[in-house]
T-cell receptor, first 116, second 112 residues
């Protein structure tokens, strides 16, 4: 079992639906991340939150809207997605981001998203 | 722009042999390099981290080397087992951003 919990595990939605992905960690980590992973490709960073503030947005389309309500929770709100957005969405957390950049990231098992 | 490459998409070896995976990077001088394992349908799991001034790091049957002159890291699994079969990802963190950039991954298959 991973220490980062993501729900739901699977999600099928139409292009006009609104849904949210949830991520939770109780390791006291102050940095949280969203990644997108397509089949047979590595994870690609979407967003970074540091101390509940958005610090990196990798030019992600506005149909993806992240939210960090508190230090343990991270949401990804989805609206008007396209079929090419079908992928595995991974959440990760780490100790506070340092100048050295040596913090390992702890990943959840992801939400498998399919857009019809 | 920064680039990180893992030389092999797939590596097949016999049980008991040593698996060696290669990770090369360009246009960047990272202070740290990380290795992760990913099983099908699961998220990546952190394995090892090595600093630029460390030549080698070990953890049980795993060994990582870091050559900043060659801009290369090697990842070794000794006495490999079928349970080691997975995709292995190397990754660089860019400074104080937390931004993790992964290589394409090498899928290791250990045959009994």
């Amino acid at each position: 079992d991973t220490e980062v919990t993501q729900t739901p595990k699977h999600l099928v939605m139409g292009m006009t639906n609104k849904k949210s992905l949830k991520c939770e960690q109780h390791m006291g980590h102050r940095a949280m991340y969203w990644y997108k992973q397509k089949a047979k490709k590595p994870p690609e960073l979407m967003f970074v939150y540091s101390y509940e503030k958005l610090s990196i947005n990798e030019s992600v389309p506005s149909r993806f809207s992240p939210e960090c309500p508190n230090s343990s929770l991270l949401n990804l709100h989805l609206h008007a997605l396209q079929p090419e957005d079908s992928a595995l969405y991974l959440c990760a957390s780490s100790q506070a981001i340092t100048v050295a950049g040596n913090q390992p990231q702890h990943f959840g098992d992801g939400t498998r998203l399919s857009i019809l | 722009s920064q680039k990180i490459e893992q030389n092999s998409e797939a590596l097949n070896i016999q049980e008991g042999k040593t698996a060696t995976l290669t990770c090369n990077y360009t246009n960047y001088s990272p202070a740290y390099l990380q290795w992760y394992r990913q099983d099908p349908g699961r998220g990546p799991v952190f394995l090892l981290l090595i600093r630029e001034n460390e030549k080698e790091k070990r953890k049980e049957r795993l060994k990582v080397t870091f050559d900043t002159t060659l801009k290369q890291s090697l990842f070794h699994i000794t006495a490999s087992q079928p349970a080691d079969s997975a995709t292995y990802l190397c990754a660089l963190v860019f400074g104080n951003t937390g931004k993790l950039i992964f290589g394409q991954g090498t899928t290791l298959q250990v045959k009994p």
